[in-house]
Every structure is written in structure tokens, then in C-alpha cells.
């Protein structure tokens, strides 16, 4: 089957090789480029995938960055945290990271991190006064979006000898820069 582009479709099938229904409009239109905008997958060409509104090299399952669902279908010390509204995973954070939970619970954020790895707690930061944390939106990005923060990091247990139930809680890190 071959289509025109820009002829109407209601389904990607009813557009043909090269071009995707963009369900919007109803029309269809060629596959997009990396760096292309996207809503969809379908929309981008065999081997991106469309995240955060683009087009992107697709990444393998369980490496940081890729899609994911639940924290076990990413690698070791890695967690499925949100991203732009997108689940992907991310690195535990680890000794000396810093790390935030936000008045209200996590459901009122847009960016989340992983929890401290296995062994470390997220603590108050005892060094003195916060800087204001920078506000980098890239996917590597440590940055939150409060500006009222108290600086905690990852650190060791005092008198603990076990895994804490408070590694399991997602965390917002801050920017990377020195305290």
C-alpha cells in the first residue's frame, strides 16, 4: 500500500511504508527524524523512539534512560523513576549525592530521582547553609524545581546495621554543585 502524504487516515496502517497517521489532523504524514517532534513512537523512524515530545535514539531495555514500569525492569542500582512525565531509569544516588523530599509527597513532582543506593540514608546535611540548587531539565539533569529547600544527602546509617524501609522512597536530587 502506498500513500500520499497528507491523505486522510484514522491509522498509521492506512498511510503506508514511511509515513505515520498523525491522528490530530487526520492526515498522513512522513516519519520523523531524530530531533523531530513527536507524540508517539509510531511517528519517529525504526530506531527512535519518540520521548519528551522527540524523536530520540532508542535505548536499550534496563540502561539509563530507557523506558521502564517498575524498578525491576532496570539494572542494577538503578531505579524507574519520572522524567518530563515520562518513566525512565535513573542511577541511584550515591554517597555525598544530594537528595530532597518534597511537603506534599511525591505525587505534586514533575522530576523524580532514585533513592540513595543500598546501605545509605537520606540525612540533613550538616555542613552549614544551602546553596540554591541550579535548574538543568536534561535527562542527566540533578536539578529540582523548588527553591525552598533543605540540602540532605546520601550517607552511611548510624547505628544500623540493616537496610532501611526509607531507601525504597523515590527522592529528589539537587544540583550537583559543591555545598
Request: with cysteine.
Amino acid at each position: 500500500m502506498l500513500a500520499v502524504p497528507q491523505a486522510a487516515c484514522d491509522q498509521d496502517r492506512a498511510c503506508g511504508r514511511g509515513f505515520s497517521c498523525d491522528r490530530h489532523f487526520g492526515l498522513c504524514v512522513p516519519l520523523r527524524g531524530e530531533g523531530q517532534y513527536c507524540r508517539r513512537d509510531a511517528q519517529c523512524v525504526r530506531g527512535l523512539s519518540c520521548m519528551f515530545g522527540k524523536c530520540h535514539r532508542s535505548i536499550p531495555n534496563g540502561h539509563e534512560g530507557a523506558r521502564c514500569k517498575l524498578d525491576r525492569d532496570c539494572g542494577p542500582s538503578m531505579c524507574c523513576a519520572r522524567h518530563h512525565g515520562e518513566l525512565v531509569c535513573k542511577r541511584r544516588l550515591v554517597r555525598g549525592d544530594g537528595c530532597y523530599v518534597p511537603d506534599g509527597g511525591l505525587a505534586f513532582s514533575i522530576n523524580q530521582i532514585c533513592p540513595c543506593d543500598e546501605g545509605l540514608l537520606c540525612r540533613e546535611n550538616s555542613a552549614g547553609p544551602a546553596k540554591r540548587p541550579t535548574f538543568d531539565t536534561s535527562l542527566n539533569s540533578k536539578a529540582i524545581y523548588s527553591v525552598n529547600v533543605s540540602i540532605k544527602k546520601c550517607t552511611y546509617f548510624k547505628n544500623h546495621c540493616h537496610y532501611s524501609s526509607f531507601t525504597a522512597m523515590l527522592f529528589f536530587r539537587v544540583s550537583s554543585h559543591k555545598f
